[in-house]
């Protein structure tokens, strides 16, 4: 007896032929799941198919789409134990990178079909669940800049010609970062918070070794004195996310926690898992193997800080760390 799942597929995500792509999922699915196939519309979301999945009692939820649809699928199963397949079909596709989770279709269905599940992190960004991360200033700014039009027309190039955009009004901002031990404070142009990231989401890379199931959360502070220096210290992070290596620029840094409480003068936009949710202050807290999803197995790393050379730095040792 086939096993069975509920397959939330998003028809509108990226720039590919949608019927093509839920004939080839079936195809490559139906033989050994039975699929209860939803469609998103611009009323129902993957979230709300997700937790009607939820409350029927599913084996299983396989999400396709963008990653919007994927973050919002998990954000349903969270706590649940019911396994996620991903099948990513978006722009830019971070989810399935994060994670680990090949992009094709062919492959992400072999991954459902015969790799392990695992329990990996999530956490909560002032209540809302997020799977990847939170970014403030300059990420939340690009994202905002890149709509639907733009991906749809220029697929992951809208993000860097967005960025290239933003670079123009670049501002630093006061920044208070508070954890567990101590209290930080600093200026920036971006800070991000990150459960989860691939390689291209630059800003979140300050330890290039983000490990999805630790149970801490990866901060990353960038604080360029100028625009050549913004520049600099994206394509710094690019290599050091490309050779896994972390940072090494006083203009960057970088530490792991299990919580933050982030404030910021000005208040500053705030993007979660690629969807605009307000302003500072944000408070993320990660819960520890809060997902259970079909990946395949990475290698870890040690965790690592730096905080040293950011500008206007100072770093208060809370009274339970220094007894």
């Not at 690019?238 to 926690?257: H, K, M, N, P, T």
């Not at 965790?303 to 950011?310: A, D, I, Q, S």
């Amino acid at each position: 007896m086939n096993r069975s799942a509920c397959l939330i597929f998003n028809p509108v995500a990226g720039q590919g032929d949608p019927e093509q792509a839920l004939t080839q999922i079936r195809a490559l699915l139906e033989s050994e799941i039975d699929l209860d196939i939803y469609l998103t519309t611009a009323e129902v979301g993957a979230d709300q198919l997700a937790l009607e999945a939820v409350k029927r009692g599913v084996n299983a939820i396989i999400a396709s789409g963008g990653d919007g649809t994927l973050s919002a699928a998990a954000t349903a199963v969270v706590g649940t134990n019911i396994p996620l397949g991903i099948i990513s079909r978006g722009t830019a596709n971070a989810f399935a990178n994060a994670l680990g989770i090949p992009d094709t279709i062919d492959a992400a269905c072999q991954t459902i079909l015969q790799g392990a599940t695992r329990n990996v992190d999530v956490a909560y960004c002032n209540d809302q669940p997020m799977v990847l991360l939170a970014g403030i200033g300059f990420e939340a700014e690009t994202v905002e800049l890149a709509d639907r039009e733009a991906k749809n027309r220029f697929g992951m190039m809208a993000y860097i010609l967005a960025g290239i955009q933003q670079l123009r009004n670049l501002e630093s901002f006061d920044v208070e970062i508070e954890t567990e031990d101590k209290i930080i404070k600093t200026s920036a142009s971006a800070v991000t918070v990150a459960n989860a990231a691939p390689a291209t989401s630059v800003l979140a890379q300050g330890p290039a070794g983000i490990i999805y199931d630790d149970g801490l959360l990866d901060l990353t502070i960038v604080a360029p004195a100028s625009k050549a220096g913004a520049i600099a210290a994206t394509y710094h992070l690019f290599q050091s996310a490309s050779s896994g290596s972390a940072v090494e620029r006083d203009d960057i840094g970088y530490l792991r926690a299990k919580q933050f409480t982030i404030k910021t003068d000005p208040p500053q936009k705030v993007v979660l898992d690629g969807e605009m949710v307000g302003t500072t202050p944000i408070e993320v807290k990660c819960m520890p193997a809060g997902l259970r999803i079909f990946v395949p197995l990475v290698e870890e790393v040690e965790p690592t800080e730096k905080l040293e050379g950011l500008p206007n730095l100072t770093i208060e040792l809370k009274e339970s760390a220094e007894e």
